[in-house]
């Protein structure tokens, strides 16, 4: 696998029949934070469900964390998600259970069986994202900020080289934006993990810099190689 | 539309409650239904199993004729019991029934010995009973065969329409049944798809899901089972405790059957609707649940 965490080549990304993305072309490596920007209805969400296996990539290749997108079927998607974390607004915490057991629920369900290794696993990830001693707390008693904390815990739940970003700030203020980003940075920088951010959020961008890929009339340019 | 997921988790439980009682409901009303299919059924067979067939014999037969004719009746299928009336006996029903004696006009008895002979349900319709009246009569020793045709025409007439109509309606009932229940719950299904849809995203499988809900399914389609056949159990006694008659008719071995069929068509539906509609929200893209 070597130290790319994503390679896409030649992809062209579909909604239905219509094509959103042609000709994509995206290599992300180890411990890279990506910014991915872009107007409105471009396809940022869209590439990045394909990279966690919600679209199917129709035409070109794709690898993310050693797997082959092409082969995904709803059979193997579980197994590539167990390799990633997958933060967005949409994907809310259960609210009929506290910080512990919603992490718990994600272990259960992604095969933890040992009750210990499962409770030192929760206390890692909760001290992580310096929520340590909140993990008897109901998620409604919780701020914006802290869920979207949790909301990272558990995307680290199972150590994975990737976490991908659905706009993670849009809800917050600027200033837990900026807790939220620092927590970020700190996670790819000290434990080596990649991470892809989609967001429209131009302010975040410019104090936290990063290598941006923007989706733009149809393709994914990168200002790693043009600028823009 | 974050708000949405966070409610609808907490909603989850009470709408399995809805769906439990929603379902009991409707197999509250097929069990009953059954209950009165089943009484239809037991009403027929009761009534045709009292029609009486009367075969007069000659007088002044030998009692070795009487016996073997007697023998002959006994062996036939179609008879359910029957009773050697002699002429004493005959005399003695015939003033049981409320007729005047005749010892001080006549000498002799002017009433003939029978057979009399209970018939089996199914050899009770009007072709069948002639038959076997053509058959009776070529025995030597019989003067005349006779069956009230008035009687078994009513019943003819009256109780094939209502079991054939009660068989159309519990099958039409049974598919109205199925589509409720469907409907109940997939409605509580409903509720769960932001629980299904982070399972997923968190990477568990679709049997590790399926499972938890699935069996939750058994154990709600019994229940409404359980609850429904309580329903029935409790109308049918007060049902009997208005009218006493429908005691005769109770079947133990056809209530019991009853209530299998109500335990396993609780269990199927609840399992099957609810593994589809998780299936159904599986298979859903996320941005299609809002
Ligand atoms: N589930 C869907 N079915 C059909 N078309 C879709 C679906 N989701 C998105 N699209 C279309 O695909 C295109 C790209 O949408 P996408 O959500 O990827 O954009 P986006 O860049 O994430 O936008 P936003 O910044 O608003 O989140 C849009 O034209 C959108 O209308
Ligand atoms: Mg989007």
């Known amino acids: 696998m070597s130290d790319k965490i994503v390679e896409i080549t030649n992809a062209n990304i579909y909604q239905g029949d219509n094509l959103v993305l042609e000709d994509v072309n995206v290599t992300v490596n180890k411990g890279e934070f990506v910014y991915l920007v872009g107007k409105t209805g471009t396809g940022k969400s869209s590439l990045l469900k394909t990279l966690y296996g919600d679209l199917q990539l129709k035409q070109g290749t794709g690898t993310v964390v050693g797997f082959n997108l092409k082969e995904m079927d709803w059979k193997k998607v579980p197994f590539l998600r167990r390799n990633l974390g997958v933060v967005f607004q949409d994907f809310q915490l259960l609210t009929d259970r506290n910080v512990n057991d919603n992490l718990k629920f994600v272990l259960r369900a992604t095969g933890w069986k040992d009750e210990k290794l499962m409770d030192e696993k929760i206390a890692d990830v909760l001290?992580?994202?310096?929520?340590?001693?909140?993990?008897?707390?109901?998620?409604?008693?919780?701020?914006?900020?802290?869920?979207?904390?949790?909301?990272?815990?558990?995307?680290?739940?199972?150590?994975?080289?990737?976490?991908?970003?659905?706009?993670?700030?849009?809800?917050?203020d600027p200033e837990t934006s900026d807790e939220i980003m620092q927590l970020l940075f700190h996670i790819c920088r000290d434990y080596g993990t990649a991470i892809i951010m989609a967001t429209h959020d131009y302010i975040v961008i410019s104090k936290y810099p990063a290598r941006t890929l923007k989706t733009e009339r149809g393709r994914v340019e990168d200002n790693a190689t043009i600028s823009i | 539309m974050a708000q949405t997921g966070k409610s609808s988790a907490k909603r989850s439980k009470p709408s399995y409650f809805m769906?439990?009682?929603?379902?009991?409901?409707?197999?509250?009303?097929?069990?009953?239904?059954?209950?009165?299919?089943?009484?239809?059924?037991?009403?027929?067979?009761?009534?045709?199993?009292?029609?009486?067939?009367?075969?007069?014999?000659?007088?002044?037969?030998?009692?070795?004729?009487?016996?073997?004719?007697?023998?002959?009746?006994?062996?036939?299928?179609?008879?359910?019991?029957?009773?050697?009336?002699?002429?004493?006996?005959?005399?003695?029903?015939?003033?049981?029934?409320?007729?005047?004696?005749?010892?001080?006009?006549?000498?002799?008895?002017?009433?003939?010995?029978?057979?009399?002979?209970?018939?089996?349900?199914?050899?009770?319709?009007?072709?069948?009973?002639?038959?076997?009246?053509?058959?009776?009569?070529?025995?030597?020793?019989?003067?005349?065969?006779?069956?009230?045709?008035?009687?078994?025409?009513?019943?003819?007439?009256?109780?094939?329409?209502?079991?054939?109509?009660?068989?159309?309606?519990?099958?039409?009932?049974?598919?109205?049944?199925?589509?409720?229940?469907?409907?109940?719950?997939?409605?509580?299904?409903?509720?769960?798809?932001?629980?299904?849809?982070?399972?997923?995203?968190?990477?568990?499988?679709?049997?590790?899901?399926?499972?938890?809900?699935?069996?939750?399914?058994?154990?709600?389609?019994?229940?409404?089972?359980?609850?429904?056949?309580?329903?029935?159990?409790?109308?049918?006694?007060?049902?009997?405790?208005?009218?006493?008659?429908?005691?005769?008719?109770?079947?133990?071995?056809?209530?019991?059957?009853?209530?299998?069929?109500?335990?396993?068509?609780?269990?199927?539906?609840?399992?099957?609707?609810?593994?589809r509609s998780v299936i159904k929200y599986l298979k859903m893209k996320l941005d299609d649940l809002y």
């Open chain 1, 127 to 172: 001290d992580k994202v310096g929520l340590k001693s909140k993990g008897f707390k109901m998620p409604f008693e919780m701020s914006g900020g802290e869920q979207q904390r949790v909301d990272i815990a558990r995307a680290l739940l199972n150590s994975p080289k990737l976490i991908l970003a659905d706009e993670p700030t849009g809800n917050l």
């Open chain 2, 19 to 275: 769906s439990i009682l929603g379902v009991s409901l409707v197999l509250f009303i097929l069990g009953f239904w059954g209950w009165m299919a089943i009484n239809a059924n037991k009403l027929s067979q009761y009534f045709k199993e009292n029609v009486e067939v009367r075969v007069y014999l000659r007088e002044n037969i030998t009692s070795r004729d009487s016996v073997a004719l007697t023998q002959y009746i006994a062996n036939k299928p179609y008879v359910k019991e029957y009773e050697y009336v002699t002429k004493d006996l005959a005399r003695r029903k015939f003033i049981g029934d409320g007729n005047e004696d005749w010892k001080n006009v006549l000498d002799a008895n002017p009433l003939p010995a029978s057979i009399d002979f209970k018939l089996r349900s199914e050899y009770v319709n009007s072709d069948t009973l002639a038959t076997i009246k053509k058959d009776l009569e070529q025995n030597i020793s019989v003067s005349d065969v006779q069956y009230p045709q008035s009687l078994v025409d009513k019943i003819l007439k009256n109780m094939k329409p209502i079991s054939l109509g009660f068989l159309i309606a519990a099958i039409i009932f049974t598919i109205v049944v199925i589509i409720l229940i469907d409907n109940t719950i997939r409605l509580a299904m409903f509720s769960n798809r932001f629980l299904i849809k982070t399972m997923q995203m968190v990477g568990a499988t679709r049997w590790f899901i399926a499972k938890p809900m699935d069996i939750r399914a058994v154990i709600n389609g019994a229940l409404s089972a359980i609850l429904a056949l309580i329903g029935v159990f409790g109308l049918v006694s007060f049902m009997e405790k208005q009218i006493p008659e429908l005691k005769a008719l109770r079947d133990p071995y056809w209530f019991t059957i009853l209530c299998i069929c109500l335990l396993v068509i609780g269990i199927f539906i609840s399992l099957v609707s609810t593994h």
